[in-house]
C-alpha cells in the first residue's frame, strides 16, 4: 500500500511519517506550499511554509528513505482560505481558517493529488482516530486518546470518502510519546515549537495583514449598548470579536465586551459579560460524518469551540443543512463563523458554522 504523507516539517507530520513506514507502507513524503512568504510579508522562521520548514521535512524524509516533494497549492488556499478570512472579519465574522484548511487543502486537494499519483492513502499528523464500523459500514471519526492533543474539533468538515482514504497514526499517542519517537529517530524537530494557529499572520498581528493584503483599512463607527445608544467610536469592526473584552479603544466605568457587530451599520455593540451568555445557536453548512443526516430531533453534546468541554444539548435539524443547537445551560460568546461540533462520547456526529 502506498501513503502520502502530508509533512509540515513539524514533530507531529516527521513521526506519524515514520509510524506509516514502520507499518509497511509505501511512503512520499509531501509538502504543500500554500502561499509565498514574501507576498504577506511573512518571516521564514515561524510558520508552517517556510523555506527551513521544507528544508526540515525534507531532511525527515532523507532519515527515513523516502522521496519528498513540494506541491504548489497556493493559489487554492488563498481562495479557500485566505481571502474568505479577510471577509470574515469586513463582515463581522470572526472565522477559522484551520478549518478551512483542512477542508479544501489537506483532505481535498491533497487526497486528490494523491489519487492522481495512484496513492492509497493520505496520512497527516493529526491527534484524532478514524474507525470502520463493521456494524453500519460507516467510518467514524473519533477524538484522540490525549484529551490534551485532541483536534477533531477541526475535522468535522471529513466525508466518508475523505475518512476511508486517511490515516491518523497519532492519534493513539501523547505529544511526549511524539516527541520521544522524534527523539529516539534523531529527528532535528524533536523539539521543534508547534506551529502558531494561523500561519499566514506573522506575529499574530491580523490587522496589520489584512491592512496590508487588502491595501484599505476599515472605516470607524460606533459603539452603541443593547438598546441603541451611542456609546462612543470604534477603529473598524475588523478590529472585535464576540466576547472581546480587552483593547476597546474606549474606557468604561464597569467591565464592557463586544456582544454583537453589525457590518451593514458599521456598528459594534456592547454589554456585560452577563449579555454574552445564550441557550442557542443555530448552525449552517452542516456536515455530518455519516452522511446521512438524523431527521428528529436528538440529545448529544456539543462544542463551540476548541479549547470548551463539550456540553450537553438537544440538537434540532433543520431544512438546508441547518441545524440548531439548544444548550441545557446557557454558553458564553457563541461566535458567528466559528464552528459548533457535535459528540456521542468520544464520536464526532458532525459540525458546521455558527450562524447566530
Same mark, same amino acid.
Not at 532523507?62 to 463582515?91: A, C, Q, W
Not at 478549518?99 to 493529488?113: G, H, M, S, T, V
Not at 496513492?119 to 473519533?142: P, S
Not at 491592512?211 to 449598548?225: M, N, Q
Given at each position: 500500500?502506498?501513503?502520502?504523507?502530508?509533512?509540515?516539517?513539524?514533530?507531529?507530520?516527521?513521526?506519524?511519517?515514520?509510524?506509516?513506514?514502520?507499518?509497511?507502507?509505501?511512503?512520499?513524503?509531501?509538502?504543500?506550499?500554500?502561499?509565498?512568504?514574501?507576498?504577506?510579508?511573512?518571516?521564514?522562521?515561524?510558520?508552517?511554509?517556510?523555506?527551513?520548514?521544507?528544508? +526540515?521535512?525534507? /531532511?525527515? $524524509?532523507?532519515?527515513?528513505?523516502? &522521496?519528498?516533494?513540494? !506541491?504548489?497549492?497556493?493559489?487554492?488556499? *488563498?481562495?479557500?482560505?485566505?481571502?474568505?478570512?479577510?471577509?470574515?472579519?469586513?463582515?463581522?465574522?470572526?472565522?477559522?481558517?484551520?478549518?478551512?484548511?483542512?477542508?479544501?487543502?489537506?483532505?481535498?486537494?491533497?487526497?486528490?493529488?494523491?489519487?492522481?499519483?495512484?496513492?492509497?492513502?493520505?496520512?497527516?499528523?493529526?491527534?484524532?482516530?478514524?474507525?470502520?464500523?463493521?456494524?453500519?459500514?460507516?467510518?467514524?471519526?473519533?477524538?484522540?486518546?490525549?484529551?490534551?492533543?485532541?483536534?477533531?474539533?477541526?475535522?468535522?468538515?471529513?466525508?466518508?470518502?475523505?475518512?476511508?482514504?486517511?490515516?491518523?497514526?497519532?492519534?493513539?499517542?501523547?505529544?511526549?510519546?511524539?516527541?520521544?519517537?522524534?527523539?529516539?529517530?534523531?529527528?532535528?524537530?524533536?523539539?521543534?515549537? +508547534?506551529?502558531? /494557529?494561523? $500561519?499566514?499572520?506573522?506575529?499574530? &498581528?491580523?490587522?496589520? !495583514?489584512?491592512?496590508?493584503?487588502?491595501? *484599505?483599512?476599515?472605516?470607524?463607527?460606533?459603539?452603541?449598548?443593547?438598546?441603541?445608544?451611542?456609546?462612543?467610536?470604534?477603529?473598524?469592526?475588523?478590529?472585535?470579536?464576540?466576547?472581546?473584552?480587552?483593547?476597546?479603544?474606549?474606557?468604561?466605568?464597569?467591565?464592557?465586551?463586544?456582544?454583537?457587530?453589525?457590518?451593514?451599520?458599521?456598528?459594534?455593540?456592547?454589554?456585560?459579560?452577563?449579555?454574552?451568555?445564550?441557550?442557542?445557536?443555530?448552525?449552517?453548512?452542516?456536515?455530518?460524518?455519516?452522511?446521512?443526516?438524523?431527521?428528529?430531533?436528538?440529545?448529544?453534546?456539543?462544542?463551540?469551540?476548541?479549547?470548551?468541554?463539550?456540553?450537553?444539548?438537544?440538537?434540532?435539524?433543520?431544512?438546508?443543512?441547518?441545524?440548531?443547537?439548544?444548550?441545557?445551560?446557557?454558553?458564553?460568546?457563541?461566535?458567528?463563523?466559528?464552528?459548533?461540533?457535535?459528540?456521542?462520547?468520544?464520536?464526532?456526529?458532525?459540525?458546521?458554522?455558527?450562524?447566530?
Amino acid at each position: 500500500m502506498k501513503a502520502l504523507i502530508a509533512m509540515s516539517g513539524g514533530v507531529d507530520s516527521s513521526v506519524a511519517a515514520f509510524l506509516i513506514k514502520e507499518k509497511g507502507f509505501d511512503c512520499i513524503g509531501a509538502t504543500m506550499k500554500l502561499f509565498h512568504n514574501e507576498d504577506i510579508g511573512l518571516s521564514r522562521g515561524h510558520t508552517c511554509c517556510s523555506l527551513e520548514d521544507v528544508e +526540515d521535512a525534507r /531532511d525527515v $524524509c532523507y532519515k527515513l528513505g523516502i &522521496d519528498h516533494f513540494v !506541491f504548489n497549492f497556493s493559489d487554492r488556499f *488563498r481562495e479557500t482560505v485566505v481571502e474568505p478570512f479577510i471577509k470574515s472579519y469586513e463582515n463581522g465574522i470572526t472565522p477559522n481558517p484551520c478549518i478551512e484548511c483542512n477542508r479544501y487543502l489537506k483532505f481535498e486537494k491533497l487526497i486528490r493529488r494523491a489519487k492522481e499519483l495512484g496513492i492509497d492513502y493520505v496520512v497527516t499528523g493529526h491527534y484524532a482516530r478514524i474507525v470502520f464500523d463493521e456494524k453500519t459500514e460507516k467510518f467514524m471519526l473519533k477524538k484522540a486518546l490525549d484529551p490534551t492533543k485532541d483536534q477533531s474539533y477541526v475535522l468535522y468538515s471529513m466525508t466518508q470518502e475523505q475518512l476511508s482514504h486517511t490515516l491518523f497514526p497519532l492519534g493513539e499517542y501523547s505529544k511526549t510519546e511524539t516527541r520521544k519517537i522524534a527523539a529516539d529517530q534523531g529527528f532535528l524537530n524533536a523539539q521543534k515549537h +508547534d506551529s502558531q /494557529d494561523i $500561519c499566514f499572520i506573522p506575529n499574530g &498581528d491580523r490587522i496589520a !495583514f489584512m491592512e496590508r493584503y487588502t491595501g *484599505r483599512s476599515c472605516p470607524k463607527g460606533s459603539f452603541t449598548d443593547l438598546q441603541g445608544n451611542i456609546l462612543g467610536r470604534h477603529k473598524g469592526i475588523i478590529h472585535y470579536t464576540v466576547g472581546q473584552h480587552k483593547k476597546l479603544g474606549i474606557g468604561f466605568d464597569k467591565p464592557m465586551y463586544v456582544c454583537s457587530i453589525f457590518p451593514e451599520s458599521n456598528t459594534v455593540v456592547l454589554g456585560e459579560e452577563k449579555d454574552l451568555y445564550s441557550s442557542e445557536a443555530v448552525v449552517c453548512d452542516f456536515n455530518w460524518i455519516s452522511g446521512e443526516a438524523p431527521k428528529e430531533p436528538f440529545r448529544c453534546k456539543a462544542k463551540v469551540r476548541y479549547r470548551q468541554p463539550e456540553q450537553p444539548a438537544t440538537v434540532v435539524p433543520l431544512d438546508e443543512g441547518k441545524v440548531k443547537i439548544i444548550f441545557d445551560e446557557p454558553q458564553r460568546a457563541i461566535t458567528p463563523g466559528q464552528a459548533a461540533v457535535l459528540y456521542d462520547e468520544e464520536t464526532v456526529l458532525g459540525g458546521g458554522t455558527v450562524a447566530r
